[in-house]
């Protein structure tokens, strides 16, 4: 797919409007991916974005669909088909199916180029797991992750802290979700103010760890009271990897995670998927976020929200002290540079993730702009 064959443009025109599904408006066997009490879009939207939905199908330029099953595999793809426009938007064109729709999840981990081309026909993915790899560009649209954890009191505190103020040159701290993240954490470097810190989950690169139990995860633990010989020769490991996911739990917890937020830079690398809550949490504390493995993801909403202005990129295998301390250094020892990122950063968090829909109504904007200043008029 591309935006020139997988769109009727001539459904496109000024002001570009949307059309929303919604339980009342789908077959008895799509009913069930409609949850009874979901609010339409146009009233969970934010009021600026409000006027962009339409109740009449004939003047939408868009489609747009909420998977909100749990399981969606059980429900969506077999039966999107059925969706009362997923063929009438094709204007006659040939294998139109899905034509001019967008389907909106942010569990969209497991699409495929093969589910895709069986199941989602032409329509455009608005998600939180677009590896390159699975991004159509200029077709798709990246959403963000609102942030995870709100500490009202640090983050007051951080956004009036120039970052030339801070604790530390640059930090991360999180589990081994992602190998760049476990790659990272051996570059720490508490001397140099790099403050990167990783463990595993219990089921990753640490085997001596426990696994999951009643949703709480290694990480939450302190380290076991059993020797270290003993859980080895339990769980049929070595010593030495007995041994060094023991020092990586210490090196782990001496870091509290509210005191490696007080740092000039942070790091945001991809976890189970590319999209992470961290980087919504630190623009939002006025941190200039270090987007690691820019090759292999796409950052919110494209180029939109200018984030050369803000961010600085790097590749997944940095070398952190050769390449990227220099750089950081550089960067805060100039105040005027520093200051300029570090109100962009809070500028894109206002504009494109501030608020409870803020992922639809950024998502919606994306295509305001994309179609209304390049449709068919």
């Given at each position: 797919c591309?935006?020139?064959?997988?769109?009727?443009?001539t459904?496109?025109?000024?002001p570009?409007?949307?059309y929303?599904y919604t339980?009342?408006r789908?077959p008895?066997?799509?009913?069930?991916c409609?949850?009874?009490?979901?609010?339409?879009?146009?009233?969970i939207?934010p009021?600026?974005?409000?006027?962009l939905?339409?109740?009449?199908?004939?003047?939408?330029?868009?489609?747009?669909?909420?998977?909100?099953?749990k399981?969606?595999?059980?429900?969506?793809?077999?039966?999107?088909?059925e969706?009362?426009?997923?063929?009438?938007?094709?204007?006659?064109?040939p294998?139109?199916?899905g034509l001019?729709?967008?389907?909106?999840d942010?569990?969209?981990?497991?699409v495929?180029?093969e589910?895709?081309?069986?199941?989602?026909?032409r329509?455009?993915?608005?998600?939180?797991t677009?590896?390159?790899?699975r991004?159509?560009?200029?077709f798709?649209?990246?959403v963000?992750?609102?942030?995870?954890?709100?500490d009202v009191?640090?983050?007051?505190?951080?956004?009036?802290?120039?970052p030339?103020?801070?604790?530390?040159?640059?930090?991360?701290?999180?589990?081994q979700?992602?190998?760049a993240?476990?790659t990272i954490?051996t570059?720490?470097d508490?001397?140099?103010?790099?403050?990167a810190?990783?463990?595993?989950?219990?089921?990753h690169?640490?085997?001596t760890?426990?696994p999951?139990?009643?949703g709480?995860t290694?990480?939450?633990?302190?380290?076991?009271?059993?020797?270290?010989e003993?859980r080895a020769?339990?769980k049929g490991?070595?010593?030495?990897e007995?041994?060094c996911c023991?020092k990586?739990?210490?090196?782990?917890e001496?870091?509290?995670?509210?005191?490696?937020?007080?740092?000039?830079?942070?790091?945001?690398?991809p976890?189970h998927?590319p999209?992470?809550?961290?980087?919504?949490?630190?623009?939002?504390?006025?941190t200039?976020?270090?987007?690691?493995?820019?090759?292999q993801?796409?950052?919110?909403y494209g180029?939109a929200p200018r984030?050369?202005?803000a961010?600085?990129?790097?590749?997944?295998?940095?070398?952190?002290?050769a390449?990227?301390?220099?750089r950081?250094?550089?960067i805060?020892a100039?105040?005027?540079?520093?200051a300029?990122?570090?109100?962009?950063?809070?500028?894109?968090?206002?504009?494109?993730?501030?608020g409870?829909?803020?992922?639809?109504?950024?998502?919606?904007e994306?295509?305001?702009?994309r179609?209304?200043?390049?449709?068919?008029?």
């Amino acid at each position: 797919c591309t935006k020139e064959v997988c769109l009727n443009w001539t459904r496109c025109h000024t002001p570009f409007r949307v059309y929303a599904y919604t339980r009342e408006r789908v077959p008895e066997s799509l009913k069930g991916c409609f949850p009874a009490g979901v609010p339409d879009l146009r009233t969970i939207l934010p009021e600026r974005s409000r006027h962009l939905v339409t109740d009449d199908p004939s003047e939408a330029c868009l489609y747009w669909v909420e998977l909100v099953e749990k399981r969606p595999h059980l429900c969506h793809w077999a039966n999107l088909h059925e969706l009362p426009y997923w063929h009438a938007s094709s204007g006659g064109l040939p294998n139109g199916g899905g034509l001019n729709h967008v389907l909106f999840d942010i569990r969209f981990e497991f699409v495929t180029p093969e589910l895709r081309r069986e199941r989602l026909g032409r329509a455009a993915l608005a998600t939180t797991t677009l590896w390159t790899s699975r991004f159509v560009p200029g077709f798709d649209v990246p959403v963000a992750i609102g942030p995870d954890n709100y500490d009202v009191a640090l983050t007051s505190a951080l956004v009036v802290t120039p970052p030339w103020r801070r604790k530390w040159l640059a930090a991360f701290k999180g589990s081994q979700t992602h190998p760049a993240r476990r790659t990272i954490a051996t570059q720490h470097d508490e001397a140099a103010g790099f403050i990167a810190l990783s463990l595993s989950e219990g089921y990753h690169q640490c085997k001596t760890l426990p696994p999951k139990v009643k949703g709480k995860t290694a990480l939450a633990r302190r380290a076991s009271h059993i020797p270290v010989e003993r859980r080895a020769a339990q769980k049929g490991v070595s010593l030495l990897e007995a041994d060094c996911c023991d020092k990586w739990r210490t090196a782990y917890e001496m870091y509290p995670y509210r005191d490696t937020q007080n740092a000039s830079f942070a790091l945001v690398i991809p976890g189970h998927g590319p999209q992470t809550f961290r980087l919504a949490e630190v623009i939002r504390q006025g941190t200039i976020p270090v987007i690691v493995g820019v090759e292999q993801w796409w950052l919110p909403y494209g180029h939109a929200p200018r984030w050369e202005e803000a961010a600085l990129f790097v590749p997944t295998h940095v070398d952190v002290h050769a390449d990227l301390l220099p750089r950081l250094r550089a960067i805060r020892a100039n105040a005027t540079r520093a200051a300029a990122m570090q109100r962009a950063a809070l500028r894109i968090y206002d504009e494109w993730f501030s608020g409870k829909e803020a992922a639809r109504a950024a998502a919606l904007e994306v295509f305001r702009r994309r179609f209304e200043f390049e449709g068919f008029d």
